[in-house]
T-cell receptor, first 110, second 112 residues
Framework: DTAVSQTPKYLVTQMGNDKSIKCEQN?????MYWYKQDSKKFLKIMFS???????INETVPNRFSPKSPDKAHLNLHINSLELGDSAVYFC?????????FGSGTQLSVL | GESVGLHLPTLSVQEGDNSIINCAYS??????FIWYKQESGKGPQFIID?????DKRQGQRVTVLLNKTVKHLSLQIAATQPGDSAVYFC???????????FGKGTKLTVNP
């Protein structure tokens, strides 16, 4: 009964490719997020959606495009991947400010 | 600006000792604070939270202390166990915002 699940867990790809990461939550939360964790473990928010509407869009290149088909799903599509995109990407959902994270997608761009 | 940082990037303790992990924040408008634990290969897990109208909150073996005067947050873990080994993050949220800003993390190692 995984609360926040994201796929794939590992993603290895070449520079210039386009890839997607999927996220689903079964907690009934209205708000979902994407966070990026770099090699130094620093966690930075990228996007937040509330009931399918974008509410937070940090300074993220427009190669990153989140899509929320319904409030239980928030997918992340990345175009023209660059070496610097290599990181662990975490999806999360929230209830009263408390975030529940998925297990992460480790993206390696070669 | 928004900034949440930690005094110590690593902490090593003996099993059974108490651990204290510290965090400094700079946004005086923050009204909600959370501690997360991240084990290797996993996502951050909620440990305990505290609102700015409190200065102490206790959970099972954990206590969070909030000192708004000096903008300091700490996590105390009693009788630390090997399973407590992880990276610990503090995070803050400004009142009225959905954005949770994370600190840099402290790696706790518990020696048997």
């Amino acid at each position: 009964d995984t609360a926040v699940s994201q796929t794939p867990k590992y993603l290895v790809t070449q520079m210039g490719n386009d890839k997607s990461i999927k996220c689903e939550q079964n907690l009934g939360h209205d708000t979902m997020y994407w966070y990026k964790q770099d090699s130094k473990k620093f966690l930075k928010i990228m996007f937040s959606y509330n009931n399918k509407e974008l509410i937070i869009n940090e300074t993220v290149p427009n190669r990153f495009s989140p899509k929320s088909p319904d409030k239980a799903h928030l997918n992340l599509h990345i175009n023209s991947l660059e070496l610097g995109d290599s990181a662990v990407y975490f999806c999360a959902s929230s209830q009263e400010g408390k975030l529940f994270f998925g297990s992460g997608t480790q993206l390696s761009v070669l | 600006g928004e900034s949440v940082g930690l005094h110590l990037p690593t902490l090593s303790v003996q099993e059974g000792d108490n651990s204290i992990i510290n965090c400094a924040y700079s946004n005086s408008a923050s009204d909600y604070f959370i501690w997360y634990k991240q084990e290797s290969g996993k996502g951050p897990q909620f440990i305990i939270d505290i609102r700015s109208n409190m200065d102490k909150r206790q959970g099972q073996r954990v206590t969070v202390l909030l000192n708004k005067t000096v903008k300091h947050l700490s996590l105390q873990i009693a009788a630390t166990q090997p399973g407590d080994s992880a990276v610990y993050f503090c995070a803050e949220r400004k009142g009225g915002s959905e954005k949770l800003v994370f600190g840099k993390g402290t790696k706790l190692t518990v020696n048997p």
